[in-house]
């Protein structure tokens, strides 16, 4: 499916944000800064995380089930409790760098 | 008798020499003019074209001035009509996009409101399908 709009990217800035439990499924987050945002319980499954930076952020309990994380910044993230299952280009380097537990499901290959 | 033949020949063809010169010029200046009102034609259409873009510019800025001032209302019900006429402007005028999505973006990250373990309220709702809808991107190779 195209929306026409695909021609011209824009990095979202919601970096220190509050944004527990949104919504933003399939969407082209590329380039991305969620700093320090509070993104609990959020769900971004599907979407394209690639050169995102998720330095610091909270974002336990969140769904970021089949995401992109190409080169997605993990500094300090909180994914206790995250949905990371099919995420995809996920390293073992970036999850050591993120704050996860038992909760937390990992992608098949991590 | 033979001299007088051979006289009004070439009176003759002197004839049919300038009337094709006259013909050729006339041809030139019909041309000339065609031309001439192909360009007036054209200068007028860009003339048009440029007044609807200023036209349409002047409406979308308008549209926009207004929905930043309805976003910083205290009633929820005037910051929602800001929201909507923001996806309308980005509905309708997809170039747009840009300042659209950077003024949402604004309001979410200034937004004081915290509304703990419940659902956002519907202004950051309706943000969000927002930005969902005009982030959507073809995800082929997902799960």
Not at chain 2, 11 to 33: C, E, K, P
Not at chain 2, 103 to 115: C, G, Q
Request: aromatic share 8%; proline share 3%; hydrophobic share 40%.
């Amino acid at each position: 499916m195209t929306t026409g709009f695909e021609e011209e990217q824009i990095p979202l800035d919601l970096h220190g944000a509050f944004i527990r439990r949104t919504l933003l499924r399939k969407a082209n987050l590329s380039r991305a800064n969620f700093s320090h945002a509070d993104c609990t319980g959020a769900d971004f499954s599907s979407s394209d995380l690639t050169d995102a930076d998720l330095t610091g952020a909270n974002f336990a309990r969140a769904n970021l089930m089949g995401a992109n994380l190409l080169r997605t910044r993990l500094r300090g993230t909180d994914l206790r409790g995250t949905n990371l299952r099919g995420c995809r280009n996920l390293t073992d380097a970036q999850l050591a760098e993120a704050i996860t537990d038992d909760a937390t499901v990992l992608p098949e290959a991590a | 008798m033979q001299w007088w033949i051979a006289f009004s020949e070439v009176v003759r063809n002197l004839g049919l020499v300038v009337g094709g010169a006259i013909g050729i010029y006339l041809a030139w200046l019909r041309v000339t003019a065609a031309n001439q009102q192909a360009e007036a034609q054209r200068r007028q259409a860009e003339a048009t074209a440029r007044q609807a873009d200023l036209g349409r510019h002047k409406l979308v800025t308008d549209l926009f001035q207004q929905a930043v001032g309805q976003l910083r209302d205290e009633k929820l019900e005037v910051r929602l009509f800001g929201i909507y006429t923001l996806r309308q402007i980005v509905e309708d005028y997809p170039d747009y996009k840009r300042p659209v999505i950077e003024l949402l973006s604004a309001y979410v990250r200034d937004n004081p409101v915290k509304w703990g373990e419940g659902d956002p309220p519907v202004d950051i709702r309706e943000i969000f399908n927002i930005l969902g809808r005009t982030l959507e991107y073809d995800n082929d190779d997902g799960i």
